[in-house]
């Protein structure tokens, strides 16, 4: 059996700035990532716990233009964010590669799942009004917990459970080292690219570019300007205080808009 193909991950979290992250890293010469960007290996509904790490790299392989490199100076990553969410993604990533390294940027939370829902909307996904498809999670959600299939509400209506980042990163932090997890503010990818960049690279052990990047916006198309989600941010902003409180206190993150 060979070594696993796939070396890093940037994990999570959904609409928190993994697209942008990929772009950027994806100018490093020594970096590959799917053609795709989210290769969905770990979380698609038919994967199977026997499956073996080069069963896995056998999924992986077609979704990089060329199939992999050979070189043995060239990293290969994926870039799926709901690769945190669920305790059973996890695991698998930790069964096939105990040395990965993960990447997970966080943003504040109200602002997540917000833009979450008009994701959703706009893929026509979604068709309940904002407030009511908040309030309609719970029961959305349940007998689905363990739910993978494509069309799931844990997929498509888990707009406040994927903010709840303590639970996610207590599992994660279980499962891999500290060393082996770089934790982001969306923010800082949003306002501080360069710096952030560079500090991915560093945490991937990799040369530093040595050209100087262009890097677009950020959450490009975000909802802001509409007055119900803004209406909405004081009750949203209680219902995570004390997750917010928890992060900062256990991960040392301080999450603001």
Not at 4 to 16: A, C, H, L, Y
Not at 153 to 159: D, F, N
Not at 234 to 241: A, K, M, S, V
Not at 243 to 257: D, K, Q
Request: charge should be positive; proline fraction near 8%; include cysteine.
């Amino acid at each position: 059996m060979s070594a696993p193909r796939i070396g890093f991950m940037i994990g999570g979290v959904q609409k928190g700035g993994t697209t942008a992250l990929a772009q950027y890293l994806g100018r490093h010469p020594q970096l590959r990532l799917p053609a795709c960007k989210e290769a969905h290996v770990f979380d698609a509904p038919d994967f199977d716990e026997r499956w073996t790490a080069d069963a896995i790299d056998a999924r992986f392989e077609p979704l990089f233009p060329g199939g992999f490199d050979m070189d043995s100076g060239i990293l290969h990553g994926d870039a799926t964010p709901i690769s945190i969410f669920h305790p059973a993604f996890v695991r698998r990533i930790a069964r096939y590669n105990p040395g990965m390294r993960w990447i997970v940027l966080l943003r504040d939370p109200v602002e997540r799942a917000i833009s979450q829902y008009y994701m959703e909307r706009g893929r026509g996904d979604e068709w309940l009004p904002l407030p009511l498809a908040l309030l309609a999670e719970r029961w959305r959600l349940k007998g689905h917990e363990h739910d993978f299939g494509h069309g799931s509400p844990l997929r498509h209506h888990s707009y406040l459970a994927r903010g709840r980042y303590i639970t996610q990163l207590d599992v994660l932090t279980a499962a891999f080292p500290p060393s082996q997890v770089l934790l982001l503010r969306s923010r800082d990818l949003r306002e501080f690219p360069q710096q952030t960049v560079e500090q991915v690279v560093d945490f991937l052990q990799l040369p530093p570019l040595r050209t100087s990047q262009t890097h677009g916006t950020v959450f490009a198309g975000e909802w802001q300007g509409r007055w119900l989600p803004n209406a909405l941010r004081p009750w949203l902003g209680l219902l995570y205080r004390g997750e917010l409180e928890a992060l900062r206190a256990r991960y040392g993150i301080t999450l603001a808009p």
